[in-house]
C-alpha cells in the first residue's frame, strides 16, 4: 500500500485543511471536515490507545465490491501487547448510525466488511463513527479483547 502513496500525488493546504503529523505516512494529514481534524489530533495523542501510524485514506484508495468501489476514511494500526492489527473507520462525515447512510454507502460498507471477513485477515472495520470519544473507547475495548 505504501507503493501507492508514493506514486500519487497528495496536495494539502497546510493554512486550511492540514495538520501536522508524526504517526501518519506523511508530515502533514489533510482533512476535509472538523471531526477529521479530531481524529487526526487524536490518533497522535491518545495515551489509552497506542496508535504506530495512521492515514486519512485518499480518494484512489479503493475496495472493490460487487456494486462499486469503497472508500473508507481512515485506516490505522494499533499494538496492544506487541500485536498489531489494522483497522479501517468507514466514514466520519458526521452520523454514526449506518440507517441514516445513502443505501448504496451502506452495501458498499457491508461488501468490504465482508471481503476480508471472507479473506481470513486481521483486519477489522468500525465505524460510520461522530463521536472521536466513543470511537476511540470502542477500539480499546476491542483491542483489549484481542
Known sequence: MIE???NEELIGYLSGNAT??????FDYVVCELDIEVSFARRFENDENVKVKVYVNLPSWFKIDTPIGSYNPDWAFVIENDGEEKLYFV???KGTKIEEFLPSE???KMDFARKHFEDIGT????????KDINQFMLRVLSRSCRS
Not at 501536522?20 to 505516512?25: D, I, L, M, P, Q
Not at 486481521?122 to 463513527?129: A, C, K, L, M
Open 4 to 6: 501507492l502513496f508514493q
Open 20 to 25: 501536522e503529523s508524526e504517526k501518519s505516512t
Open 90 to 92: 468507514l466514514e466520519t
Open 105 to 107: 454507502e451502506k452495501a
Open 122 to 129: 486481521n483486519v477489522e472495520f468500525i465505524g460510520p463513527e
